[in-house]
């Protein structure tokens, strides 16, 4: 089993930065992907960003690409998400993921991941 814990969400003012940080425990973490998605009030769960386990491949969504950037730390079972230029619309709950194989391109489906973290709220006011 793997427990993913998010931290790090809060109020910000627009244009302000936030950095979410996703702590994993239980199994190895190292060889795995990680993601983050988020859902907006009335609004699906979306994908934000992805990397791979060895931090060679990542993804954004095209909301966020310039301005989000996912990293991780395996030594520390942590992965984070640097949220500069924050806008209204990036208000949501912020859920990490954890896709248990090793594949090189992380997946952008949420079909794909197998754990979930429990959300950080993430607020952005104008």
């Known amino acids: 089993q793997v427990q993913l814990v998010e931290s790090g969400g809060g109020l910000v003012q627009a244009g302000g930065s936030l950095r979410l940080s996703c702590a994993a425990s239980g199994r190895t973490f190292s060889r795995y992907v990680m993601g983050w998605f988020r859902q907006a009030p009335g609004k699906e769960r979306e994908f934000v960003a992805a990397?791979?386990?060895?931090?060679?491949?990542?993804y954004y969504a095209d909301s966020v690409k310039g301005r989000f950037t996912i990293s991780r730390d395996n030594t520390k079972n942590t992965v984070y998400l640097q949220m500069n230029s924050l806008k209204p619309e990036d208000t949501a709950v912020y859920y990490c993921?954890?896709?248990?194989?090793?594949?090189?391109?992380?997946?952008?489906?949420?079909?794909?991941?197998?754990?979930w973290g429990q959300g950080t709220q993430v607020t952005v006011s104008s």
């Open positions: 993921a954890l896709d248990w194989s090793t594949r090189f391109s992380p997946s952008l489906l949420q079909s794909e991941y197998d754990y």
């Open positions: 990397i791979n386990w060895s931090s060679t491949s990542s």
